[in-house]
């Protein structure tokens, strides 16, 4: 067999280029090698592609670990991804499946539109960052100022309160403020990452989650025209805000469908519990949109049946006859509350 050379016209898609934990970057004219964040050091000093290492070991630091996001960059392992690491799924979802799973060390997340992430389970992982330097992005939730220290209520259901927010960007947001949790961080997460991987135009769609000590908030996309209870059990001095018929079959469509796509679409069947008018909120179009589901698995499970139940007092909760009989939740519990809630 004879010899010959190859020639690379892109230095840093040679895999480990930069060695383990290095990041391979572009000056005008050379590949530069670096290290993610300030976390990190290099190994030698002399030899740039040597690689990195953590200044401190995740192991050293139980409960409180956070991904580092690297815009613009991919990173590779080898040997490659196994189809069993590679999901699609939000990127919030990517990277708090990542945190979660203990064998992980990275991932990326494809922003072209396909939601396709890749999970790095090897020892050995290497990054090309396409443009700019190697500098976490700011996360918008961390702006407190533009929640307005929840001073507007938007309301309060079975799993908390729900403030207006504003984000740095200016977008508006639904802060939820969740009420009774007694599970850890890394359950809470695991949760939360389940909630982040559904994708429906009938669910409302999770943005951002906050974890600090005790306090426990969920960030949500805003509906202008808020929930469906406000236009079905409304006073005479307010029918003109009485949805027509037309308005109320197309919303239970949208209901159902978002129902049907949590119990038989999801990876994991996740069941509502909590199914009523109050958690079906409205877009400025009055598309319906699902809310609160996956929130009976975030609260402390010992808590789970009383807090539902509770709530019956508080709205119009309909409930299947296994809740009261304290026999095993299945999906079936929400099909029966769809129908109360469509009679209704």
């Known amino acids: ?20 934990m290095g990041i391979c970057s572009y000056s005008d004219t ?37 991904m580092l996001e690297l ?15 590679t999901f699609f799924v939000g990127i919030s979802a990517c990277r708090l499946t990542c945190l979660v799973t203990a064998s992980c060390v990275a991932s990326t997340s494809l922003s ?9 389970t090897t020892e050995f992982v290497s990054g090309y960052q396409v443009c700019g330097p190697v500098l976490p992005n700011p996360s918008p939730f961390a702006d407190n100022d533009g929640m307005g220290e929840f001073k507007e209520k938007l309301g309060a259901r079975g799993f908390g309160a ?3 927010g504003v984000l740095s960007n200016r977008a508006v947001v639904a802060v939820k403020q969740l009420e009774g949790i007694e599970q850890g961080e890394k359950q809470f997460r695991m949760e939360v990452a389940t909630i982040s991987s559904t994708h429906h135009l009938n669910l409302v769609r999770l943005i951002g989650f906050c974890a600090e000590g005790h306090h426990r908030l969920l960030v949500y996309e805003f509906m202008k025209n808020g929930s469906l209870d406000n236009f079905l059990f409304t006073t005479e001095e307010h029918s003109g805000k009485m949805l027509s018929w037309e308005y109320r079959y197309n919303v239970a469509l949208g209901t159902t469908g978002g129902i049907m796509y949590l119990h038989e679409e999801c990876r994991d069947c996740i069941i ?4 009523k008018p109050e958690n079906t909120l409205l877009d400025e179009i009055f598309n319906a949109k699902v809310s609160d589901f996956g929130l009976a698995k975030v609260i402390n499970p010992k808590d789970n049946r009383y807090r539902i139940l509770t709530s019956v007092r508080e709205a119009r909760s309909y409930l299947a006859p296994e809740w009261l009989a304290n026999l095993p939740i299945t999906s079936k519990s929400d099909v029966i509350a769809m129908g109360w809630y469509c009679l209704r």
């Open 112 to 120: 072209d539109g396909t939601g396709l992430c890749y999970l790095k």
């Open 71 to 85: 815009d613009h960059a991919e990173s590779f392992t080898y040997p490659p991804e196994l189809s069993s690491q």
């Open 162 to 164: 729900v403030y207006k």
């Open 30 to 66: 050379s590949p530069i090698c670096g290290c993610p964040s300030e976390n990190f050091r290099l190994l030698d000093v002399n030899d740039l592609r040597q690689g990195c290492k953590r200044k401190r070991n995740i192991e050293d630091c139980p409960g409180s670990a956070a």
């Open 1 to 20: 067999m004879g010899s010959g050379t190859i020639t690379v016209l892109n230095q840093c898609d040679v895999f480990g280029y930069c060695g383990n």
């Open 272 to 275: 509502h519990c909590d199914l």
